[in-house]
């Protein structure tokens, strides 16, 4: 098969096809790691610019064969400041791919019905290929039960039920992956990051992150994924969602240009709350033992230097505040002096969290519109790469 006929080879371009699916891990070396390293960062940026490149010609082409673009519904609840600000972001990037997007604001006091309405009226709309409510919902509106009210097939969040748990078995075919854990093995692939013989540990058991990216890392092909669930340290983590913190990500520039820490930052880097030292037993040394590290709780700065193996790859899915800039889960400054591969905050996970949510959508337009494509089952890393590329929705996943 050509290379243009190869949508697998299409997405990640063909020198990451042959490093991930000609090379025998026997004969690829893996060097001991040095005591330290410069951490090579992963520009989340540029690696989205490209996948947004790649969906706009998707689109074109939908456009142009189906006569419409793929369309997009949000369900927007409250005036959250950051929720509001990534919306926005959807919404800027939607318009640069070909993709039209329809937005539904409903107020903080609506009731869980409300929100069941318009998720209905917007899966039932022939011209709106996915459905996103925009997380977090107020506390009195369950999460659960509006995710139960999604029809599957346009549930581009992968949040359904019955896609959250095609996703999680082996040897399933599934309609979508969580945007997040979806766009960070995008971008791991990008930097060459090998998760094939890898041990992985997952800090933070999210349905949105942690879990689902657990579960793709196994089917990846690595050697153990131990998570560590949020609720072992949850005096840690208890503001991680607050209003103040919304309101304090936008003042901060969330989305604004990285900017490296400086010299005060380096020299707080190994603060963390005395008072929560207590909660944190068995954690370092849990850390300690991945050869990739996730990192996914809401803490500022938690993963210190002393927490990771020499040469680890390191990736921060946390967006904190503190002290009016932006800050990961991981302690950049030290961190870096440590790990081989990083993902800088902001500028890592993020826009290829955004990237891969518009793959979604562009996905599943095409299914409908177009038809579903076969993808060749390449072992062993083909179950990841099935629903990382363009056509992983399966006709069998909407039965």
Same mark, same amino acid.
């Given at each position: 098969?050509?290379?243009?006929?190869?949508?697998?080879?299409?997405?990640?371009?063909? *020198?990451?096809?042959? #490093?991930?699916?000609?090379?025998?891990? $026997?004969?690829?070396?893996?060097?001991?790691?040095?005591?330290?390293? %410069?951490?090579?960062?992963l520009?989340?940026?540029? /690696?989205?610019?490209?996948?947004?490149?790649e969906?706009?010609?998707e689109?074109?082409?939908?456009? *142009?064969?189906?006569? @419409? @673009?793929?369309?997009?519904?949000?369900v927007?609840?409250?005036?959250?400041?950051?929720?509001?600000?990534?919306?926005?972001? *959807?919404?800027?990037?939607?318009?640069?791919?070909?993709?039209?997007?329809?937005?539904?604001?409903?107020?903080?006091?609506?009731?869980?019905g409300?929100?069941?309405?318009?998720?209905?009226?917007?899966?039932?709309?022939?011209?709106?290929?996915?459905?996103?409510?925009?997380?977090?919902?107020?506390?009195?509106?369950?999460?659960?039960?509006?995710?139960?009210?999604?029809?599957?097939? *346009?549930?581009?969040?992968?949040?359904?039920?019955?896609?959250?748990?095609?996703?999680?078995?082996?040897? @399933?075919?599934?309609?979508?992956?969580?945007? %997040?854990?979806?766009?960070?093995?995008?971008?791991?692939?990008? &930097?060459?990051?090998?998760?094939?013989?890898?041990s992985?540990?997952v800090?933070?058991?999210?349905?949105?992150?942690?879990?689902?990216? $657990?579960?793709?890392?196994?089917?990846?092909?690595?050697?153990?994924?131990?998570?560590?669930?949020?609720?072992?340290?949850?005096?840690?983590?208890?503001?991680?969602l607050?209003?103040?913190?919304?309101? /304090?990500?936008?003042?901060?520039?969330?989305? /604004?240009p990285?900017?490296?820490? &400086?010299p005060?930052?380096a020299?707080? /880097?190994?603060?963390v709350?005395e008072?929560?030292?207590?909660h944190?037993?068995?954690?370092?040394?849990? %850390?300690?033992? $991945?050869?990739?590290?996730?990192?996914?709780?809401g803490?500022?700065?938690?993963?210190?230097?002393?927490w990771?193996?020499?040469?680890?790859?390191?990736?921060?899915?946390?967006?904190?505040?503190?002290?009016?800039?932006?800050?990961?889960?991981?302690?950049?400054?030290?961190?870096? &002096?440590v790990?081989?591969?990083?993902? !800088?905050?902001?500028?890592?996970?993020g !826009?290829?969290?955004?990237a $891969?949510?518009?793959?979604?959508?562009?996905?599943?337009?095409?299914?409908?519109l #177009?038809? !579903?494509?076969?993808?060749?089952?390449?072992?062993?890393?083909?179950?990841? #790469?099935r629903?990382g590329?363009?056509?992983?929705?399966?006709?069998?996943?909407?039965?």
């Amino acid at each position: 098969m050509s290379h243009a006929c190869n949508p697998v080879i299409r997405i990640l371009g063909p *020198k990451l096809y042959a #490093l991930h699916f000609t090379s025998s891990p $026997a004969l690829v070396a893996t060097p001991e790691p040095l005591p330290t390293h %410069t951490a090579r960062f992963l520009d989340g940026r540029a /690696a989205a610019a490209d996948w947004h490149a790649e969906l706009a010609r998707e689109s074109a082409h939908i456009l *142009k064969v189906a006569g @419409r @673009r793929p369309g997009l519904g949000v369900v927007l609840v409250g005036d959250r400041p950051d929720s509001k600000l990534y919306v926005t972001r *959807k919404r800027e990037a939607c318009e640069k791919v070909g993709i039209s997007e329809r937005l539904v604001q409903l107020p903080d006091d609506c009731s869980i019905g409300d929100v069941q309405r318009v998720v209905g009226e917007l899966c039932a709309d022939p011209g709106i290929d996915g459905v996103l409510v925009q997380l977090p919902l107020p506390p009195d509106i369950s999460e659960e039960r509006v995710m139960e009210s999604f029809d599957p097939s *346009k549930d581009i969040d992968g949040f359904h039920p019955l896609n959250m748990g095609r996703m999680l078995m082996r040897g @399933r075919s599934t309609g979508f992956v969580p945007a %997040t854990a979806l766009g960070t093995l995008r971008l791991l692939a990008a &930097g060459g990051v090998e998760l094939r013989g890898a041990s992985v540990v997952v800090v933070g058991d999210s349905n949105t992150v942690g879990t689902p990216l $657990a579960a793709l890392m196994r089917d990846a092909g690595a050697a153990s994924v131990t998570v560590v669930h949020r609720t072992s340290y949850s005096a840690l983590f208890a503001d991680a969602l607050s209003p103040r913190l919304a309101a /304090a990500r936008v003042a901060a520039a969330a989305c /604004a240009p990285r900017v490296p820490p &400086g010299p005060s930052q380096a020299a707080r /880097a190994a603060d963390v709350r005395e008072e929560a030292l207590e909660h944190l037993a068995g954690l370092p040394g849990i %850390t300690r033992t $991945a050869d990739v590290l996730v990192v996914a709780v809401g803490y500022p700065r938690l993963v210190r230097a002393s927490w990771v193996k020499p040469g680890a790859a390191v990736v921060d899915v946390g967006i904190n505040v503190e002290g009016g800039r932006v800050v990961g889960d991981v302690d950049e400054a030290g961190v870096a &002096g440590v790990a081989g591969v990083m993902t !800088p905050v902001p500028g890592g996970v993020g !826009p290829m969290t955004i990237a $891969a949510t518009l793959h979604n959508v562009v996905a599943s337009a095409r299914d409908r519109l #177009l038809g !579903p494509r076969e993808v060749p089952q390449v072992e062993p890393l083909g179950g990841l #790469l099935r629903r990382g590329d363009l056509h992983y929705a399966f006709p069998d996943s909407r039965t």
